[in-house]
């Protein structure tokens, strides 16, 4: 079956450094894979959308790639700030339109 | 706010009772999603409508839950002789139609099963 696997444990960065997290699959690559942010107590947000023929997508100071050869998306905050401390989460989409998630990764930025 | 919301955001119930959640996905999203989230993990799928229609069902998903989405608007999941499993955040989420359309998440509806 297909899973998606992120690192459990939390990220801790300082104030002003690279973010980067890792996103794992595995058998078949998805087609996309999406990237979402989740405060305590809220539902996902949305941030990115990266395809299988596109090896990176920017948006402001985020950036993911995705490598088909590794099975294998890294998600990059720059310049990252304490506001950016969140648990971000990957998900990839089944042919039956469900959203399969990873765990999640906790990042905190220490000013 | 034209946002998804959901009620109630808490309930809590003794074990055996009936519970109903109530979704408002964004008005002109065809798509609507059930999701169910523990503590440290990600969002387990369990059901979606596209209008009116409950096209997927997780097959993890007990026959004790049920969804409706009667116009293709609101949509409702009811839990029926609640157990202590139970107990998680329930997520609505609704999205356009269009493979890779990103999901807009309500704020849940944390239950908790005494």
């Known amino acids: 079956s297909q899973k998606i696997e992120q690192n459990s444990e939390a990220l801790n960065i300082q104030e002003g450094k690279t973010a980067t997290l890792t996103c794992n699959y595995t058998n078949y690559s998805p087609a996309y894979l999406q990237w979402y942010r989740q405060d305590p107590g809220r539902g996902p947000v949305f941030l990115l959308l990266i395809r299988e023929n596109e090896k990176e997508k920017r948006k402001e100071r985020l950036k993911v790639t995705f490598d088909t050869t590794l099975k294998q998306s890294l998600f990059h905050i720059t310049a990252s700030q304490p506001a950016d401390s969140a648990t971000y989460l990957c998900?990839?989409?089944?042919?039956?339109?469900?959203?399969?998630w990873g765990a999640g990764t906790k990042l905190i930025i220490k000013p | 706010d034209t946002g998804v919301s959901q009620n109630p955001r808490h309930k809590i119930t003794k074990r055996g009772q009936n519970v109903t959640f109530r979704c408002d996905p964004i008005s002109e999203h065809n798509r609507l999603y059930w999701y169910r989230q523990t503590l440290g993990q990600g969002p387990e799928f369990l059901t979606y409508?596209?209008?009116?229609?409950?096209?997927?069902k997780s097959r993890l998903l007990s026959d004790r839950f049920s969804a409706e989405r009667p116009k293709g608007s609101f949509s409702t999941l009811e839990i029926q002789r609640t157990e202590q499993g139970d107990s998680a955040m329930y997520l609505c989420?609704?999205?356009?139609?269009?493979?890779?359309?990103?999901?807009?998440f309500g704020p849940g509806t944390r239950l908790t099963v005494l």
């Open positions: 998900a990839r989409m089944d042919s039956n339109y469900q959203l399969i």
């Open positions: 989420a609704s999205s356009l139609v269009g493979q890779g359309s990103e999901q807009f």
């Open positions: 409508f596209q209008n009116e229609a409950q096209l997927e």
